[in-house]
């Protein structure tokens, strides 16, 4: 069984969820415990026995240190940027974190209460949801740049850590506008792919060299445009196929990773309202379906489809990770 993380809304974030839960994934999906109590840890990541919470609703990062079986409280880092929504290590001890609200790209280090650095977010988009800077994912190449997307104003940042251990924003990528760039994730071809929330599309980027280019632009099969909102991605494990959540129309998209790039197969239904959040796990695919109150978990076909397996209720999910790093 795989040792999980859920993340939730809690009151605060209009949700039901009373802190992070514990999860093992079986035969028949998940089996739930009791996690650390917060407010809202809409974003979870781990790195080796240290893990940190994005507390949207109050603008701070949380710090747990796994004892055993069970997760402590470890201190809590006050981000001062709105409705942080996602965070990457950077190092054992240091996470660079992406807030929603005003667009800022904020430094934390453990053991510190107050943020090590805070990159502020400019600019806009054409739609309405793009009135300002959002950033919304932060991602580390295997060269340690760092990458955030900022769904607001169409862009994709890279930056580079100095000796000291603080960014650095050392170009931007400008994408077509509309896209609202959301997630990444890497490729078995060392490409990354985009996930645009408002165009519903993902783009293969090569990040090789020191410029971005966009290889390819796919709209997600079982989305509409500007009447969907595209959410998470994730890779089967053999690396032939490509999945990404579809709120609104409550789709997961299925997508080929052939070698000569996407190619769209199908998509299904997410198993409940507004998949927030997918992980890849084996041969399962378990999907956060935050507004449904429930995870549902898939076994993916040798085609790649999704095949339905069970339902767990857990409230108002936003994430699901790995407990372990690398597991």
Known sequence: MTALLVGGYGPDMGGTAAGIATAASAPRGLVLGDGPECASPSWLAVRGERMVATLEG????????????????????????????????????????????????????????????????????????????????????????????????????????????????????????????????????AELALLGEWSCEVLVLDPAGREFEIMQILTLPGATPGQDQAAALGVSVDGRFLYAGIRGADRIAVIALDD??????????????????????????????????????????????????????????????RAVTGG
């Open 58 to 189: 109050e603008g701070a990062l949380a710090w747990f240190r796994r004892e055993g079986e069970v997760w402590r409280a470890d201190g809590v880092t006050a981000l001062g940027g709105s409705y942080p929504c996602h965070a990457a290590f950077l190092d054992d001890d240091t996470v660079a974190v992406a807030c929603y609200g005003d667009g800022a790209i904020v430094v934390a280090r453990h053991g510190e209460q107050l943020p090590a650095q805070r990159i502020d977010g400019s600019g806009s988009g054409p739609l309405p949801a793009q009135e300002g800077p959002h950033a919304h994912h932060v991602h580390v190449l295997p060269d340690g740049r760092v990458l955030t997307l900022d769904l607001g104003t169409d862009r994709l940042h890279v930056h580079e850590r100095g000796t000291d251990g603080l960014l650095s924003r050392v170009d931007s990528l400008a994408l077509p506008a509309g896209t609202g760039p959301r997630d990444l994730h890497a490729l078995p071809s």
């Open 260 to 321: 000569d790039g996407l190619r769209p197969v199908d998509s299904v239904p997410s198993g409940g309202r507004t998949p927030r959040h997918l992980l890849v796990d084996g041969e399962l695919l378990h999907v956060a379906n935050q507004l449904s109150n429930a995870i549902a978990t898939f076994r993916i076909g040798a085609d790649g489809i999704p095949i339905p397996l069970a339902t767990t209720a857990t409230p108002s999910p936003t994430c699901v990770i």
